[in-house]
């Protein structure tokens, strides 16, 4: 059992920057795979927005984020982080954590939520305009 627990939102103006914590509990943080996923308001389902790998050698984003965020991890302190340089107003979301020793990088399965095991309860970024 894994337990996440997010912190570092709030409220921001498009073209400011956050950092988003992610610290975990529990059995061998060091082992999963971490993800950052976000639900807007009005949206549907929680949308990827990036991952690391579980030696933090490897990570991916989505496009709309590339160049702008940054994931990094520090597994002596069992935390997960999500630099966001540059936010827009339509990044406004909650911003949820999430550990996966399943998934992979090299089939796609870290896009989806449902290769991750373990959730935060989410933190909320507000981007004013």
């Known amino acids: 059992q894994v337990q996440l627990v997010e912190s570092g939102g709030g409220l921001v103006q498009a073209g400011d920057s956050l950092r988003l914590s992610c610290a975990a509990s529990g059995r061998s943080f060091s082992r999963y795979n971490m993800g950052w996923f976000r639900q807007a308001p009005a949206g549907v389902g929680r949308e990827f927005v990036g991952?690391?790998?579980?030696?933090?050698?490897?990570?991916s984003y989505t496009e709309s984020v590339k160049g702008r965020f940054t994931i990094s991890r520090d597994n002596a302190k069992s935390t997960v982080y999500l630099q966001m340089n540059s936010l827009k107003p339509e990044e406004t979301a909650v911003y949820y954590c999430?550990?996966?020793?399943?998934?992979?990088?090299?089939?796609?399965?870290?896009?989806?939520?449902?290769?991750?095991?373990?959730w935060g309860q989410g933190t909320q970024v507000t981007v004013s305009s």
């Open positions: 999430a550990a996966g020793s399943r998934l992979s990088f090299y089939d796609g399965t870290y896009l989806s939520p449902s290769q991750y095991d373990y």
């Open positions: 991952a690391i790998s579980w030696t933090g050698d490897t990570t």
